[in-house]
């Protein structure tokens, strides 16, 4: 059964950064993504990156301020969030079992917990 545990989320000045990071319970490594929901919102796609670490892609919202990476090591994915903005205040999920390259909810199989991060301004 898949596990994933997320972490790092918390309260952050408008402008400051954050890094989540997603263990993953598994031994093997795979595609993994990030999501947020922020209140009274859908869910909707932040990032994704392949098992080995070589390929990213994000949503809009996200490009130029968000980094996507991985340490296989420690079976971790990270989210590196910089020049954060009030709007980005949401619940972060990771999440797996999925086709790379879709941005899709419905596409994702397994996901985590979530961690809150609230921006202030």
């Known amino acids: 059964q898949v596990q994933l545990v997320e972490s790092g989320g918390g309260l952050v000045q408008a402008g400051g950064s954050l890094r989540l990071s997603c263990v993953d319970s598994r031994r093997t490594y795979y595609d993994m993504g990030w999501f947020r929901q922020a209140t009274g919102k859908e869910r909707e796609f932040v990032a994704a990156?392949?098992?080995?670490?070589?390929?990213?892609y994000y949503a809009d919202s996200a490009k130029g301020r968000f980094t996507c990476s991985r340490d296989n090591a420690k079976n971790t994915v990270y989210l590196h969030m910089n020049s954060l903005k009030p709007e980005d205040t949401a619940v972060y999920y990771c999440?797996?079992?999925?086709?790379?390259?879709?941005?899709?909810?419905?596409?994702?199989?397994?996901w985590g917990q979530g961690t809150q991060v609230t921006v202030s301004s």
């Open positions: 999440a797996s079992n999925f086709p790379y390259g879709s941005t899709r909810e419905s596409d994702f199989g397994s």
């Open positions: 990156i392949n098992w080995s670490g070589d390929t990213t």
